[in-house]
């Protein structure tokens, strides 16, 4: 054992350790105020070793220490004196009702040690302890050591459910940074991929062409750039104290307009007051949109899409349509890796209590989403 550990196994048995302590200063006070002979002051002894052994020995049994400490005690008391060493089973019941195992043990050691000032009118002649007051002095430390445990327990119940929450609290967090990751960088480099693949395939026979998609590729590459410094921002706005600005529908019509410059061939459709949609339903409606631009140019680019958005009934419907062919991956590793885009857009939408489903169709591929704006939820 490291000194590291012996401390701490110190330091969690100091309240045990205390005990003797107690135990002792009962005895001189028993001892001091009360005329004793030599065996009655060794009766008043052995209470006191037998917290000083419990103590020491973690293995000693609650039971045994009960024994040591009741059977000297009446005993003592024998003559009507050494009234004072009652304390004794006091502390005991503190002690059996603060570190029995069980409620049943701490209950039953309890009777146990309320039952002393019973004995002791058994055993004196005449009888001369008052056991009514004795028996709830003995109560009153199990009753308050039963108040401990149980605040103990909730202290633990309390430390694990927050611990709990930040655990959660923590995959949450890691779940929007990838999403916002998946969105920014994900994109980007997937739109500029798909650039320097054109570029490549017609460098030699068609320059010009292969210019264009290079170009196409840089802006595209500053665009992503601007993103991702936005949720760096994002992410130290606490540091900053700057809040950073977020998408929103607004900037849906110039998303279009970026993937048609990449190539694809997409309509926006609108209806209805986009303007009146929360800032917070507009920054998930601009990602499911993003995301949905995205795969359709991933995994469709020679296919025509339509986005339509619709804010009608207190519901905002986006609707994603992609016709003509869809390029299907030859590689295994490829079709058999998550699907973190979808994951996200799922995440999104119910996350807000909307609906969302994407899933191909007989003539290409369908994403739709129903978000709720305002106070009601669902469709």
């Known amino acids: ?19 003797p302590i107690v135990a002792l200063a009962v005895a001189l006070v028993a001892a001091v105020t009360e005329p004793s002979t030599v065996p009655d002051l060794l009766l008043v002894c052995l209470p006191v070793l037998g917290f000083t052994v419990w103590a020491y020995v973690p293995a000693t049994p609650l039971l045994a220490l009960s024994i040591a400490v009741i059977v000297p005690v009446v005993v003592a008391q024998r003559f009507g004196e050494l009234e004072p060493i009652m304390f004794e089973a006091s502390l005991l019941a503190f002690v059996v009702g ?23 009118a058994l055993v004196q002649e005449p009888a001369q302890v008052a056991v009514a007051i004795w028996i709830m002095g003995i109560a009153f430390p199990w009753v308050l050591s039963r108040a401990f445990v149980r605040q103990e327990r909730l202290t633990d119940q309390l430390a694990d459910t927050r611990r709990e929450l930040a655990e959660r609290a923590m995959v949450a967090e890691r779940r929007e940074i990838a999403r916002d990751v998946h969105d920014f960088v994900g994109h980007g480099l997937a739109a500029v991929m798909l650039q320097v693949t054109s570029a490549r395939h017609v460098l030699r ?164 989403c129903l978000l709720p704006v305002g106070d009601r939820r669902g469709p």
Request: avoid cysteine; aromatic fraction near 4%.
């Open 205 to 368: 026979r068609d320059p010009e062409a292969a210019e264009e998609a290079l170009r196409s590729a840089e802006e595209v590459g500053r665009r992503s750039m601007q993103e991702l410094r936005r949720t760096v921002t994002l992410l130290r706005s606490d540091e900053t104290g700057v809040d950073p600005p977020l998408p929103s529908v607004a900037e849906i019509p110039a998303l279009v307009e970026q993937a048609r410059a990449g190539g694809l061939a997409v309509e926006l459709q609108t209806r209805g007051d986009l303007s009146a949609i929360p800032p917070g339903i507009g920054v998930a409606v601009y990602r499911i949109s993003q995301e949905a631009l995205a795969n359709a140019a991933r995994h469709a680019p020679r296919a025509r899409t339509t986005l339509g958005l619709e804010l009608t009934d207190g519901r905002v419907a986006i609707l994603a349509e992609t016709r003509g062919p869809v390029v299907t991956s030859s590689s295994s590793s490829e079709r058999e890796r998550p699907r973190y885009g979808l994951i996200g857009m799922q995440e999104r939408a119910t996350a807000l209590g909307g609906d969302f489903a994407a899933g191909p169709t007989p003539d290409g591929w369908r994403v739709s």
């Open 1 to 19: 054992m490291t000194a590291e550990s012996g401390q701490g196994w110190f330091e969690a048995d100091a309240p045990r350790r205390l005990v």
């Open 98 to 120: 603060r570190w029995s195992p069980s409620l049943k043990s701490a209950v039953s050691l309890g009777v146990l040690a309320a039952s002393s000032p019973i004995l002791v």
